[in-house]
């Protein structure tokens, strides 16, 4: 079973940037995966989708975090990466990364439309 792990959450203030790292454990390989993103959580409010890149590198952003926070992955380091630049207070929230992995039933195999791994979770912080 894989699982995700993310690094890099912390404190900082407004402003600032900060890069959060995700590796998967055991012997998942992020290249393997349809698509990999990061998600975000505020406290009393839904998850969102902040970025993610499919297979063939195609990258889609919030209308919130566009031309500040960029997602990238390195393969060889098996490492998705999210970079935020500019942070502001509304992006306290807790990160998570998440993959959507090849799927199997009586048909084949196939990309699911929605994540389907996830991490435990990263705390970001933006102070005044």
């Known amino acids: 079973q894989v699982q995700l792990v993310e690094s890099g959450g912390g404190t900082v203030q407004a402003g600032g940037s900060l890069k959060l790292s995700c590796t998967p454990s055991?012997?998942?390989?992020?290249?393997?995966?349809?698509?990999m993103g990061w998600y975000r959580q505020a406290p009393g409010k839904e998850r969102e989708l902040v970025t993610d890149?499919?297979?063939?590198?195609?990258?889609r952003y919030a209308d919130s975090v566009k031309g500040r926070f960029s997602i990238s992955q390195d393969n060889a380091k098996n490492t998705l990466f999210l970079q935020m630049n500019s942070l502001k207070i509304e992006d306290t929230a807790v990160y998570y990364c998440?993959?959507?992995?090849?799927?199997?039933?009586?048909?084949?195999?196939?990309?699911?439309?929605?994540?389907?791994?996830w991490g435990q979770g990263t705390q970001v912080t933006v102070s005044p």
């Open positions: 055991g012997t998942g390989k992020i290249a393997g995966a349809c698509g």
């Open positions: 998440a993959a959507r992995v090849k799927l199997r039933d009586r048909m084949g195999s196939y990309c699911p439309s929605d994540a389907n791994f």
């Open positions: 890149i499919d297979r063939d590198g195609t990258t």
